[in-house]
């Protein structure tokens, strides 16, 4: 474990702050939810829960079907980093962090993003988006199905892709809910 320097006291209902500084590197957010685990040497372990993370054979499945179907990459996220990917060197997306620009604040929930702009939501990638569709649970945003664009032009047009990506996330929101 990486050692801060930073001592925090608990209070009488048995409550700790979790310093800003760190809440911000974790991209911690108000109202995310942390699973609390004891290491094996009796240490309090905090962590940040992911309901998407909880699914990731079944995601990995439908992101291969959908890649198989639509013939272009294919990227699953979490609310911070790629979780499944098909259609793109596993090694180099898998574990990646969503770019810093929020895209919980930018997209409104269930709608498409399609810009003039290119858009390139994952770190260190240089691929750009072609579509993005936010994944909600409940009304909270738990995760991202992106698109890529490919040098090879898709073979069936774009509205069935979208219809095809809508279906995908409206299911994972079933199996979430």
Do not use: W
Request: hydrophobic residues 40%; glycine residues 6%.
């Amino acid at each position: 474990m990486k050692a801060t320097g930073i001592v925090r006291r608990i209070d009488d209902l048995g409550r700790i702050v979790i310093p800003k500084e760190i809440r911000h590197t974790l991209r911690i957010r108000k109202g995310d939810p942390l699973e609390l685990f004891l290491d094996k040497d009796g240490n309090i372990v905090f962590k940040k829960h992911s309901l998407m993370g909880e699914i990731t054979s079944l995601v990995d499945c439908l992101c291969e079907s959908l890649y198989k179907t639509i013939n272009l990459p294919v990227i699953v996220c979490n609310k911070e980093q790629v979780i499944a990917v098909c259609g793109m060197p596993k090694k180099e997306c898998l574990g990646r962090r969503i770019s810093d620009f929020s895209l919980e604040d930018s997209l409104p929930t269930k709608n498409f993003f399609l810009e003039k702009e290119p858009l390139y939501p994952i770190e260190g990638l240089s691929k750009e988006a072609l579509l993005l569709l936010p994944i909600s649970v409940q009304g909270d945003l738990t995760g991202y199905l992106i698109i890529f664009k490919s040098k090879k032009k898709p073979e069936i047009p774009l509205e069935v892709i979208k219809l095809l990506i809508n279906f995908v996330s409206s299911f994972l929101c079933l199996i979430l809910d």
